[in-house]
């Protein structure tokens, strides 16, 4: 266990880390694939090495919302990757962009 922030510095220290906290954070947000997640005035350490940056957040304020997760049949989708010549992957996120409309997402890829 550590005693204290002093011996919490040295030890970041020797791990190339620098410390900082960020300030006022108003709200962090997490998106996956199927959710949200609001973090409401959080308190953010940014702690920065030689390759990379790790965030810690504590919140105590969460709001959870449900995301609207689209769905298109696998003949529209096809559809949209033959006629545009791309992938699948390009495909939903044209219908996803045109909200289901095929034409809409076959012009956006074509144009």
Request: charged fraction near 35%; glycine fraction near 6%.
């Amino acid at each position: 266990m550590m005693r204290g922030n002093r011996e919490m510095r040295r030890m970041l220290d020797k791990m190339g880390l620098e410390m900082k906290d960020m300030g006022n954070i108003e709200e962090v947000i997490i998106r996956t694939d199927t959710k949200e997640l609001y973090l409401i005035k959080p308190q953010v350490i940014e702690m920065k090495g030689k390759d990379s940056t790790i965030f810690q957040v504590v919140a105590t304020d969460i709001e959870e919302k449900q995301r609207e997760v689209p769905t298109f049949k696998e003949e529209d989708i096809i559809l949209v990757m033959q006629q545009a010549g791309v992938s699948r992957e390009k495909a939903i996120n044209a219908l996803t962009e045109s909200k289901g409309d095929l034409a809409q997402a076959i012009l956006t890829l074509t144009t």
